[in-house]
């Protein structure tokens, strides 16, 4: 929060200072007035009672007014900070990137460009992009701290905000509204690319995967993928799955995760979840489907073949 | 002793302790002493059970992807910890103090309604058992002591326990309201001659301005569990937004409780201070009309200050900054008093007893609370700390920080008129100097991961630079405030036996709860003595300088 990388976060961070400025003025006030009249105002051996003081109206007075004044010209800051810090959204403005909370991963997807991909977002640096959030099923929350304010993703209540980041590289958030079992294996990354290296991105991963991979040994995984249950909750573009409950498979291999980051996407990760997703993320709604390692191997096969 | 108001004759004698001794007159009482302490008993258990959950749950996040709880496991317990800590231990410890001591007070036999008052009490007790026996019922809530629908809904939860959990707070918070119902009662009926409004001690004025919030703000609760369970179990859908219902009413809903809930939890905690600091500075309270007018700002405030616990929600801009403003204006009257305090402490002759100790401090860390709770009224930076670790050193510098520091200050303050002996001075040292250390040590760090991006509620974290040390610190805390509870515990029950004889006042306090002996007889008062101030025991003890003089129109009007 303190290292923002875009002109939201920044006037957040400043905000923030500035607000920690105030505080820690008011604080060592208090504490050190305390701790005078802690150290000034003891007991001495044999004193009598002290000389019986009700109050000196005047002086609350001013302990009532001074705050006052201190905490109208915050709000005053405030004001300006909350239109820097999340400027308001044209109207009828349709939003770049669709961003959807289910438990507990992330649909993250592209409406123009007609890219659909999961737990991370790509996005090109400097630029602002409006995000539309949705939640899926229970409330969850975007929040990635370098990149400015979080925000709920509530069923039945959409909302939308900008981001923007302004240096090309990946930035870490997780899910911020405690929404079941999993939430704390709930995180997301923004990926920012140069324009040109987004615009690449989104030409891949506009395209359908192919109909049948090329190696015998990945298209003997696409078959499981079809006989297995994989097909009735993923869908791979392009191909005879659909499905709409798990995460969009269709450039699985090209994400650098697995389970919302959860790990890192390698073939041996990538076995590993397949193999046994409850002992790697317990309660999540991937079961067990209890395959051979062969299987699982020309599964891996066809999934690295998905860029 | 004749124009004492007393409470109405009922047709059978009322079942009283009798003899004060026997396993029956615990279960049948309803005299006030006794159901107050043992509010406070029952409410301090509840704390260790709260407590060993915290420590369950600091341990499983000493470091990074650790194991020690399965995630289930750990929603369940902080679940159970919040809404442990909060509706079956701040709250009723603060009512057992209001329970035992606003009729001594102002100089009452009883409360108004003593059976009600036994009621409201084994509401608590019950409504408490219901919830735990979740554990063996299929499973405790798990939703977190907000409950946010629709994750409390059946399709996300299951189980039983979310049921337990709207049945138990329910129970406990109807005897809350009945609770709040009988103080006020008390209060404004059955004052001693001479007890008027103004001259009524602050802890009963904050009592009383608190159950007014508790009767505003309760049934807001009440109402919504009641939704709640019909979702669940008659298939309704208030909050279920899959059939229309919606998600964000549940928020409103509850933050419309639950923000005067934060003021429910802190008032009567100012009203300790408010005893315990001029006492022990031998001092009057600086500024008695500031002081309780402040309270009442607050209780006002409390109930338009709700929708900041939702502005990630997204309502809008308008909404955010009303909100926004309200809630940085309710940080004036909390200064106030902070600032009275202090003024009181001012040219006093202060004795650090432990109480004064707890009192003090609690002007540090509850300061610390404030102001972090004013930066969340900022509402950008509401927009980067909500819903993250800094959320939750923010509320336990305010509920421990705040309120566990004033119940410690009473403790130490009101258990000689309770017991009749003293509290042992040393442990007592050790306990507060446990407890200060490991309080700051477990909830300071705690602003920092929630800085750098740690959201709450999470079962475990992955292994980002200084984020394991910095939650082994607060873990290595949070067993200092352990072996702290164990020292007070060991003081309590070793003091009650063989504590030092207290005598009627041995603080020289002025209020009238230390005209009687401690403890006080079963009917309080043999005679009230005559009150013709705040300080009643000061004008008997200083006739030369009383209170009741009047003073220069200079000085604030003390009596009329």
Redesign the interface.
Known sequence: MFNPDSPQGLAISNLFVLTLLIAAGIFLLVAGLVVYASICYRRKPGQGEPYQNFGIPKLEVGWTVAPAVLLLGLFGVTFVGMGNADPAVEKDRAPDIIVTGYQWWWGVSYPQAGVISANEIHMPAGKRMLVRLIGGDVIHDLWIPRLGRKMDMVPGHPNEMYMQADTPGVYIGACAEYCGVQHSKMLIRAVVQTPTEYDAWLKTHSAPAPAHPDAAFALRGQQLFQQKTCISCHAINGTAANAQIGPNLTHVASRQTLAAGVLQNTPENMAAWIKNPQQIKPGSYMPNLRLTDDEIKALVAYMETLK | MTDIPLVPETTRPLPTLGSSEGLISWVASVDHKQIGIMYLISSFLFFVVGGFEALLMRTQLAQPNATFL???AY?QIFTMHGTTMIFLVVVPMLIGFTTYLVPLMIGARDMAFPRLNALSFWALVFGGLMLYYSFIGGGAP???WFS?A??SERP?ASTNGLDYWALGLLVVGVGTVAAGINTITTIWKLRAPGVTIRRLPLFVWMSLVNSFLIIGALPALNASLVMLLADRMLNAHFFA??ES????LWQHFFWAFGHPEVYIMVLPAFGIISEVIPVF??????????VAG?TVGIAFLSFAVWAHHMF???LG?PW??IF??SS??I???T??K???W??T????????TTSMLFA?SF??TF??GG??G??F?????D??????YYVVAHMHYVLFGGTMFAVFAGAYYWFPKMTGRLLSETLGKWHFSLTFIGFNLTFFVQHFLG???M????????D?PNWGLLNLTSTAGAFMLGVASLVFFWNVTASWRNGKEAGDNPWQAWTLEWATTSPPPIYNFDQVPPVKSRRPLWDLA?PE?P?SRP?KPK??Q?DQ
């Open positions: 399965s995630p289930e929603n798990n939703a977190g946010y629709p994750l996300y937004p899959a219902g919606s998600a964000v500075s031998r001092k009057p309270i600086f500024g008695y009309a500031f402040s990630a929600v997204g801009r955010d900054l926004g403003a940085m204006l940080a004036v009257p200064g106030v902070i600032f009275n202090i003024a402490m001012w040219g006093g002759a202060i004795r650090f003090a002007l540090i300061t610390i102001i972090s004013v930066t009224a900022v509402v950008p930076v927009w980067q700390v909500t819903d993250s800085l750098m991006g959201p709450r509620r999470v079962a475990t974290y992955p980002l200083h300088n209170d003073r000085v604030e003390t």
